[in-house]
């Protein structure tokens, strides 16, 4: 424990004594274009592709002052629920607006953690819309229109003064469909900032 503790404060000076010059980032005004992708509900892979999605998304963020930004997209989910020897898939399409705030941040504005609400809108299909299963079922869920909201914590690394690495998990709370409510997404993306 002594070890790890004595690795992290040497990690944490470096990046504290690292570079003179501070660089003009997250400053009112500033604008990027952002790209995310990750799982959701779990770890998305061929032998979990039953219990598990995936979802891709691009927004907007423009700073507005001390770290804080707002942030507006689209994103696009999948999600594939078990049944009998085959899954069913169940695609969100969803617009976002939202606040996220700075909560902790390194001196040379290298490292952001941020921490945003959001709003939810669009629109889910069931199976593409395709009632009748390969067995003979019929399919209950229907195609709706969905609304809710998402929490999310953000971490933004400056890999660049123009290029940022986003890690992030979001919790999803949708209303108007048929298909579960909650949804715990995490995932990696990219900003460019364009001015």
């Not at 997250?26 to 039953?50: C, E, F, H, R």
């Not at 040379?108 to 953690?113: A, G, M, N, P, V």
Request: with cysteine; charged share 15%; aromatic share 14%.
């Amino acid at each position: 424990m002594k070890r790890i503790t004595v690795l992290l404060n040497m990690l944490v000076l470096f990046l504290l004594m690292s570079g003179n010059a501070l660089a003009q980032r997250a400053l009112p005004g500033m604008k990027g274009i952002q790209v995310t992708g990750g799982m959701v509900d779990g770890v998305y892979s061929y032998s979990n592709q039953s219990k598990a999605g995936y979802y891709f998304g691009a927004a907007m963020a423009t700073y507005a002052g001390n770290g804080n930004k707002w942030v507006f997209g689209g994103e696009y989910l999948n999600r594939y629920y078990p049944y009998k020897d085959t899954c069913i898939p169940v695609a969100q399409f969803t617009a976002e607006g939202g606040y996220y705030l700075n909560i902790l941040s390194d001196p040379s504005k290298t490292f952001f953690l941020s921490l945003g609400g959001s709003a939810l809108a669009g629109y889910e299909t069931s199976n593409w819309g395709k009632k009748a299963l390969p067995d003979g079922a019929t399919l209950i869920n229907k195609d709706a229109f969905i609304y809710g909201g998402v929490v999310t914590l953000e971490l933004e690394t400056y890999l660049s003064d123009r290029i940022v690495l986003l890690l992030n998990a979001r919790e999803r709370a949708l209303w108007g469909n048929t298909t579960g409510r909650f949804h715990m997404q995490f995932g990696a993306g990219v900003r460019l900032m364009i001015n």
